[in-house]
């Protein structure tokens, strides 16, 4: 929504509607499918094959939730016609959660049915957006439901092909799909995002992948004999999720500024990796406690997630902080020092796994601390 104040237009404040939240529920099953994936552990190691089925199996949902996200922060109009394309988007969304399978082949055609109808729904809600918006308005909508069928069309000749060609064409729809606004900020950057009702959206699927991390508390909680390292272990735990819970909520809420006009393009898909360590930290706390995994790969799982999200919480946040309150190199490398001292000597020293969640509980504290 946009109101016009004198000859300079205002950006209007846009809110969360109650069928946007609706939606975010099927996106919870989704995620704890996708997670699940990372727990097929054997002979103490996670196959690379492993790593790529989440991979594979979790971009498509991202990608799902925001193609639709994006439509609502720039046109959404809590409305009958707009609440329609809303509940039959719900609908496919439920047929691909179903399907989600690391067996791709036995589900592939629901899941090919849920991704592709999601997206085609929201390329055509693009091209029926009203003739009412402005100029500008009607210009992006219209370049966007227009190109966005080149990776439908892509992702749907996959049909006619068996194997793993049949993959490599689906995939190659969605890398076209992810990398056309990429290539159209010229249309994106006149019809920039409401950026606080984007990062309040983006807070809301954080809050999904941060509940995975309490549901990995509650595994550890119901699957040991409560001895005092296991209560030890799941405390310690508890409060690393409170810590990334403060330093991402705190960040967004008081140090990031909403009045900045962008594409949204940071936010966008700076989070696909933040969403992704997260998914890794929920599934390496798991691992973690059951010694599923040799100690030295172990350690390079739940320290690269750490990393990962360090880094990538970081890039995020640094673009849309005030200048006054971004993090100086020098803290940045602090923290970066800190995590390769812990690595370091675990891998020369070998520590019990509450030691090691414990230090990882740590580092948040202090990452939290210093960025908050």
Not at 19 to 37: I, W
Not at 349 to 372: D, L, Q, S
Request: a positive charge.
């Amino acid at each position: 929504m946009r109101a016009i104040k004198g000859s300079a237009e205002v950006v209007a404040e846009k809110k969360v509607t109650w069928l946007e939240l609706f939606y975010d529920l099927l996106f919870v099953a989704a995620v704890s499918k996708a997670n699940h994936v990372l727990l097929h552990s054997s002979y103490g190691t996670i196959s690379v094959e492993y790593l790529i089925k989440f991979v594979l199996i979790f971009i498509p949902i991202w990608w799902s939730w925001v193609g639709q996200t994006l439509f609502n922060n720039r046109f959404g109009q809590d409305i009958g016609t707009h609440r329609i394309f809303m509940i039959f988007q719900l609908f496919f969304v439920l047929i691909m959660t179903a399907s989600l399978s690391v067996n791709f082949d036995r589900y592939y055609i629901p899941f090919f049915v849920g991704y592709i109808g999601s997206r085609a729904l929201t390329a055509i809600q693009y091209l029926t957006v009203h003739k009412s918006n402005r100029t500008h308005q009607r210009m992006t909508a219209k370049y966007l439901g227009t190109y966005f069928w080149i990776g439908i069309v892509i992702s749907t000749s996959s049909l006619f092909f068996d194997s793993w060609i049949r993959y490599a064409i689906l995939y190659a729809g969605i890398a076209v799909d992810i990398m056309l606004p990429l290539f159209s900020r010229r249309y994106l950057i006149i019809t920039p995002t409401h950026t606080h009702h984007l990062l309040e959206r983006f807070g809301l699927f954080t809050l999904i992948l941060i509940g995975e991390s309490v549901i990995s508390i509650l595994t550890v909680l119901q699957s040991s004999s409560w001895t005092w390292t296991s209560i030890l272990f799941a405390l310690f735990t508890f409060v690393l999720v409170i810590a990334m819970w403060w330093q991402y909520f705190n960040n967004l809420e008081r140090k990031v500024s909403k009045e900045i006009q962008t594409a949204g393009q940071t936010i966008i898909y700076g989070h696909l990796f933040i969403y992704v360590s997260m998914g890794f930290i929920a599934a390496s706390i798991q691992l973690l406690f059951q010694q599923q995994l040799h100690y030295p790969l172990m350690l390079g799982f739940i320290f690269g997630s750490v990393l990962l999200y360090f880094i990538s919480t970081s890039f995020v946040f640094h673009r849309y902080r005030q200048k006054h309150t971004r993090l100086r190199a020098c803290s940045l490398a602090v923290l970066l020092g800190l995590l390769g001292c812990l690595y370091a000597l675990d891998n020369i020293f070998y520590v019990p796994n509450y030691v090691v969640i414990g230090e990882m509980m740590m580092f948040f504290i202090i990452y939290a601390k210093v960025t908050t």
